[in-house]
């Protein structure tokens, strides 16, 4: 499985971003797919999954704010940031969670100016 992720950028506090990221190969093994995020000195953190049977899950300093979804015809998750804060900075990370593995596309940076 491979995972591209798109959609990061430059904003300033209170506005939106989108972030995609699009799962090709096996992609048939896949049973969810997360965000995770990491800022500058602390631990990578889940910020939202969906499951294939549609559980939803968000960290609690994003309900409200983000959205996560998933287009199954275009092997695509996305998630839809609104009400964006400083405190949002940071470097985000699609993840697929697969039948033996997991898997990890590269970083977007996400940077919210205040």
């Known amino acids: 499985v491979q995972l591209q992720a798109s959609g990061g950028g430059l904003v300033q506090a209170g506005g939106s971003l989108r972030l995609s990221c699009k799962a090709s190969?096996?992609?048939?093994?896949?049973?969810?797919m997360s965000w995770f995020r990491q800022a500058p000195g602390k631990q990578r953190e889940v910020v939202a999954s969906i499951s294939n049977d549609g559980r939803i899950w968000y960290a609690n300093s994003v309900k409200g704010r983000f959205t996560i979804s998933i287009d199954n015809a275009k092997g695509t998750v996305y998630l839809q940031m609104n009400g964006l804060k400083p405190e949002d900075t940071a470097v985000y990370y699609c993840?697929?969670?697969?039948?033996?593995?997991?898997?990890w596309g590269k970083g977007t940076q996400v940077t919210v100016s205040s």
């Open positions: 190969g096996m992609v048939f093994s896949i049973s969810a």
């Open positions: 993840h697929a969670r697969g039948t033996s593995r997991d898997y």
